[in-house]
């Protein structure tokens, strides 16, 4: 499988993270982490389960606020703006959910339907069913159109989920697990979708992931989270050669077996 | 900058956990600020005018088949229970206004509401509380839409305004059990039934009926919304979500529903 070449890093930064902390009770899950995105790359965040990769990108959003540190996405301090600056910020970042988060009472286009015309009010009934059409499409899911989110697979859900934010014309998307519980087929086609998504929106991403085959086919870059902190940031290659005893076991557990 | 030092998690540790006390009025204070984003939120614009319909249908016209149930089903009993009674006094003739008030004021707003609490607000708390583990509630937050708005608001107000809707329809259906029961017994007309009934019935006691039904509602749309949006711990929380619904529901429906009668009470002569 080809690696994908690093973007250019003297780019404009679209988040900067300083020293952020985070704690659930006494369990310490980010400690001083510090992370750059910038335009146009799509950033691959790796870690074991419970490191806090999750926490990270609900942070960045605003769905969950730091202990200490300072988070700018867009320019902004995403914990010193009122909370109409912070919904005005969330429609430029996208967030993909690990599970979709499609609301189950609404068919696939009330899904899509939802954000846009709760954000641009002004919409007629005609450009609203353009753009759902359009995504759909983008998505390769325009047959679903009218389907439940009950009647699609794993893999449908997670692309109507990524419909659903594309809707708005993110700047930036925030993939949460986007390969998680996918079978290699499925899995395959999501890594195309994020590179289709980054190439045709032009969007800046950051991409959690435990899945190596997903890491290296996606990501212009890699952060390792190891301990609360990326110890190890750089191209796939520069990352996984080492010999750390905490990322081997990593890379032998995805390609070896 | 030195973070570990300021870092605040580790303060934390070093705290102790809140007791039970503080706890009750962390929770408390949550409550207040729950309701307080409701009145701030629940009449500003942008509207979700189609959502409340719909939250109206579904808490209004699907309880129907029950409500319609139970008040019947009271209205019988309640006379048939009450006639003897009555007859050892030879006031049988007091019957139809004896039911029509018993209904009005306090049987078909709790009963209403008791049931509502049950219906309706586990259901509120279960939708809402699987929203919450499944992340749907977190989806609207991060597509910059307001799900308090969309979720919370149109619930309340249509728990709000269908509760009193449903305690008047109640206690009509109810009085229709009342007059099959008495016409198996006593030779009245269904005229002079609601005539006798309707007379002894104050502008007070209709508007004693609505404000309960009112504040009923809104006890039951708030509760099943509270527990619901905070819900957490994946399946078991949206299990606890529902029953704490119902259970506090009906708890706060008797502590409002004693108030209220000693606050009217104050009224009638």
């Known amino acids: 499988m080809e690696q994908k070449k690093p973007t250019d890093m003297d780019q404009e930064k679209v988040i900067e993270i300083k020293g952020l902390y985070k704690s659930f009770g006494t369990y310490d899950v980010l400690k001083g982490v510090d992370l750059d995105l910038h335009k146009r790359e799509n950033l691959v965040v790796l870690g074991k389960s419970g490191t806090g990769k999750s926490v990270l990108i609900k942070i960045i959003v605003g769905l969950l606020t730091p202990d200490l540190g300072a988070v700018k996405v867009l320019g902004q301090l995403v914990d010193e703006i009122s909370y109409k600056e912070l919904l005005a910020l969330r429609l430029k970042v996208g967030f993909s959910f690990q599970n979709s988060a499609l609301y189950d009472s609404m068919t696939v286009r009330q899904n899509l339907e939802f954000p846009l015309v709760r954000n641009q009010r002004n919409l007629t009934k005609g450009e609203v069913n353009i753009a759902v059409e359009r995504v759909l499409d983008a998505v390769g899911l325009l047959q679903t159109i009218n389907q439940m989110p009950s009647e699609l697979s794993g893999g449908q859900r997670k692309r109507v989920g990524i419909a659903r934010t594309l809707i708005l014309q993110p700047e930036v998307m925030l993939y949460d697990e986007p390969t998680a519980g996918l079978d290699p087929i499925t899995c395959l086609e999501i890594n195309n979708l994020i590179n289709e998504v980054q190439e045709r929106f032009h969007t800046s991403s950051i991409v959690i992931t435990h899945d190596l085959t997903c890491a290296k086919a996606v990501g212009n870059r890699v952060a390792m989270l190891l301990d609360g902190k990326f110890e190890r940031q750089g191209t796939f290659d520069e990352v996984f050669n080492t010999d750390d005893e905490r990322v081997k076991p990593f890379y032998e557990y995805n390609f070896i077996q | ?269």
């Open chain 2, 1 to 269: 900058m030195d973070n570990q030092a300021e870092n605040p998690a580790i303060l934390k540790k070093q705290a102790r956990p809140p007791g039970k006390i503080t706890r009750m009025f962390l929770t408390l204070y949550d409550v207040c600020q729950f309701v307080t984003r409701f009145f701030k939120e629940g009449f500003l614009p942008p509207y979700e005018g189609r959502e409340l319909m719909r939250q109206c249908y579904d808490i209004g016209y699907r309880s129907l088949a029950l409500i319609s149930l139970t008040g019947f089903i009271t209205g019988i009993v309640f006379t048939k229970q009450s006639r003897p009674s009555l007859a050892e006094f030879g006031a049988t003739s007091w019957l139809p206004s004896l039911v029509g008030i018993a209904l009005l004021r306090t049987l078909a707003p709790l009963l209403t509401s008791l049931i509502a609490a049950g219906k309706v607000g586990s259901s509120i708390g279960a939708e809402l509380g699987s929203m919450r583990v499944t992340e749907q509630i977190d989806a609207m937050e991060v597509s910059a839409t307001n799900p308090f708005k969309f979720l919370v608001t149109t619930r309340v107000l249509a728990a709000t305004i269908t509760i009193p809707i449903l305690t008047f329809y109640t206690a009509m259906v109810g009085m229709l059990g009342a007059l099959l029961n008495v016409s198996l017994f006593e030779d009245t007309s269904a005229r002079a039934f609601f005539q006798a009934s309707l007379e002894q019935i104050t502008f007070l006691d209709i508007t004693a009926s609505t404000v309960k039904a009112i504040i009923f509602g809104f006890t039951i749309g708030m509760v099943g919304c509270y527990q619901g949006y905070n819900s957490s711990k994946g399946t078991e929380g949206v299990g606890k979500a529902a029953n704490s619904a119902v259970v506090i529901g009906m708890f706060l429906i008797f502590i409002e529903e004693v108030v209220s009668v000693q606050f009217f009470g104050l009224f009638r002569t």
